[in-house]
């Protein structure tokens, strides 16, 4: 995985540098940006805190990106190697997203072993 951020003190949120990248001026390409990575975070904190406990500090996770057929191909046989992607995002600090439910998502994800 990324080691963007080692120590979480000098952890940047995504935020400032997209802010930043576009001369101090939001738009809704940030805020989208800045909505999906909390997503992520969110969830990367959940799965984090039902695997090892609630002692976590920070977390780092992937993306993993597929294509899907086109519908002409639907029916062909999948090949042996498709072409993914992936993105590593670095370190940060856990989040804990309002309603979020860690006793919930803890006995799904135990569920699912």
Known sequence: ??????????????????????????????????????VATGYATQVARATWGGDIVAVQFQLRRTPVPRWDDRLEPEPDDPSRTYRDFGWRPVLVNEGQDDESFTRTVERLR
């Open 1 to 38: 995985m990324a080691e963007d951020y080692e120590e979480m003190s000098v952890w940047k949120p995504i935020a400032d540098d997209l802010i930043e990248a576009q001369g101090g001026e939001t738009s809704s390409t940030v805020a989208t940006m800045v909505r999906a990575d909390r």
